[in-house]
């Protein structure tokens, strides 16, 4: 019906099931937001749009054992009110955000993280003996076991991108640009896909909207830098 939702949905695998759950205290309906499940399972959510307010930047915490809504209300500084960013969950309770839409024709290439524990963005600096991450939202980012942040595509300034960007936070957290946008042997150009990191050294990518709506399903390998196109019966 056009209008922004708010519902929350639990999907069980063993049972191929989808059930709603009817939280306390629910955010207010919206999309573009992020929604990262932290190490202590509960799960943060930040920004969004919903039309009235055209961008969000607040940060809330649901919690999968009492079904409650928290807003966390942090104090200054926050990232700015922004869509279509991604977070991910790293070690020690803490999250990163990366990019996102902040404006008509603006995007983003900052990194922020977030500390669970204490409640508190940072904004981080990355060193400039590495690359600057090209600004973009509609994004896929995966954080990797070995603290490793990979980001895929999107949207930038001059249209969709199909570039990849390695970040290690080990190393001041430098950029590195992993793959150029380009060069033979990637996915199109796009934006809204999905990506999810495997445990084995490989990125799963899904989909997506470029030069058209996309279904294809793509593999990264983190150590030879390279995709492979996954050809599904």
Known sequence: NGSYL??????????????????GNAPQGRSGHSFVLMNNNKIILFGGGNGTELYLNDTWEYDISSNIWTNLQPVDPIPSARANHTMAAIADGKALLVGGNIGSNTVDNELWEYSQDENVWQLITPSDKG???????????????????????????DGYLNDVFENDKNYDYIWFKSVKAGAPGLPEARTGLAVSFSHNGLAVMFGGFGATYFGDTWLYTIKTSSWTQVIVD
Request: avoid cysteine; proline fraction near 2%.
């Open 6 to 23: 708010n519902d929350l949905w639990k999907y069980t695998v063993s049972t191929n099931n989808w059930e709603q759950l009817i939280p």
């Open 131 to 157: 690359k600057v991450l090209v600004g973009r939202y509609g994004h896929g980012m995966v954080y990797t076991e070995n603290d490793e942040i990979y980001v895929f595509g999107g949207t930038g300034t």
